[in-house]
């Protein structure tokens, strides 16, 4: 995790790990940022963001890889609609393949 990182950053992550952790939570949760969702730190059953939106509506801004299902939280949306704008004026094109999974659909799949 920090191996490409410069020394003074490196060090002080590697001797306190768990310090470096709980403070990058804190900025996370601080910052409303959704908290680390996978096998061992599920969201309740039904879960849902309120805001999804449906990725179909923002081609061409985006491409995306299968049409009529793709959706994200607005928040998340405007952050890859920015980020592909400024891939594409580095002439790189980013391809949505996956996006929000319903719980039963995730439920399913797992």
């Given at each position: 995790m920090v191996s490409g990182l410069p020394a003074a950053i490196?060090?002080?992550?590697?001797?306190?790990p768990a310090r470096f952790l709980a403070?990058?939570?804190a900025v996370v949760e601080g910052a409303g940022i959704p908290p680390l969702v996978d096998k061992e730190n599920a969201l309740p059953e039904g879960f849902a963001p309120d805001d999804l939106v449906l990725l179909d509506e923002l081609v061409p801004q985006l491409s995306i890889s299968r049409a009529n299902w793709h959706r994200l939280s607005r928040e998340t949306t405007d952050a890859l609609v920015?980020?592909?704008?400024?891939?594409?004026?580095e002439g790189l094109d980013l391809l949505v393949i996956?996006?929000?999974?319903?719980?039963?659909y995730q439920r399913d799949v797992y």
């Open positions: 490196a060090e002080p992550i590697l001797a306190a403070e990058t939570r920015r980020m592909t704008q400024e891939a594409r004026e996956s996006a929000y999974r319903s719980y039963e």
